[in-house]
Antibody, heavy 122, light 107 residues
Framework: QVQLQESGLGLVKPSETLSLTCTVS?????????WSWIRQSPGKGLEWIGY???????KYNPSLKSRVTISMDTSKDQFSLKVTSLTAADTAVYYC???????????????WGQGTTVAVSS | EIVLTQSPASLSLSPGERATLSCRAS??????LGWYQQKPGQAPRLLIY???NRATGIPARFSGSGSETDFTLTISSLEPEDFAVYYC?????????FGGGTKVEIK
């Protein structure tokens, strides 16, 4: 059974960079999935930050595009998120999740990490 | 950008009652829609994918219907563990998006 676990610092200063890693266990990050980062804040609800496909291609939400990088390390079965130039508006619970799209059928975000709280504060 | 509007924002019902939740998309998304349940302090859990298919392990009391712009999640008979927030989510056009949620509360 595939499980996801986020890790990274929970308190970051304004203008600094957030770095989070999601470790995939019970499966491989090289499978045909879209490995995603999603965040949830009281003010904006659930927001899809972006994803990386197993081929390495990425897609980022335009609301964050210039500040976000998602990468993958297949040797460790991990994928990572970096968000630069942080402000208080980036304070949220950050989730990693597996998005399944096979053929022309969408199977949903079927596996989620437990989430990690990130606070942006000086 | 596609916007998903969920209604009502909250629903107050008793165990055993039927819950009907709505999600409307600002443009057609075919059936590329999922429904998720979230309880306090937990990650969302997939209930329904592709608008009407139950995810693995989801009880039959949960059902989804709809296509294009109008979708419904129905819980046929509420169990105590079903009181939670429910979100719809579209995966048709980037950026993929979630609705604002419907909170199902105990009456």
């Amino acid at each position: 059974q595939v499980q996801l676990q986020e890790s990274g610092l929970g308190l970051v200063k304004p203008s600094e960079t957030l770095s989070l890693t999601c470790t995939v266990s019970g499966g491989f990050v090289s499978g045909t999935y879209y490995w995603s980062w999603i965040r949830q804040s009281p003010g904006k609800g659930l927001e899809w930050i972006g994803y990386i496909y197993s081929s390495g291609s990425t897609k980022y939400n335009p609301s964050l595009k210039s500040r976000v990088t998602i990468s993958m390390d297949t040797s460790k079965d991990q994928f990572s998120l970096k968000v630069t130039s942080l402000t208080a508006a980036d304070t949220a619970v950050y989730y990693c999740a597996r998005d399944v799209w096979l053929g022309n059928l969408y199977y949903g975000l079927d596996v989620w990490g437990q989430g990690t709280t990130v606070a942006v504060s000086s | 950008e596609i916007v998903l509007t969920q209604s009502p924002a909250s629903l107050s019902l008793s165990p055993g009652e039927r819950a009907t939740l709505s999600c409307r998309a600002s443009q057609s998304i075919s059936t590329f829609l999922g429904w998720y349940q979230q309880k306090p302090g937990q990650a969302p859990r997939l209930l329904i994918y592709d608008a009407s298919n139950r995810a693995t392990g989801i009880p039959a009391r949960f059902s989804g219907s709809g296509s294009e712009t109008d979708f419904t999640l129905t819980i046929s008979s509420l169990e105590p563990e079903d009181f939670a927030v429910y979100y719809c989510h579209q995966r048709s056009n980037w950026p993929f998006a979630f609705g604002g949620g419907t909170k199902v509360e105990i009456k």
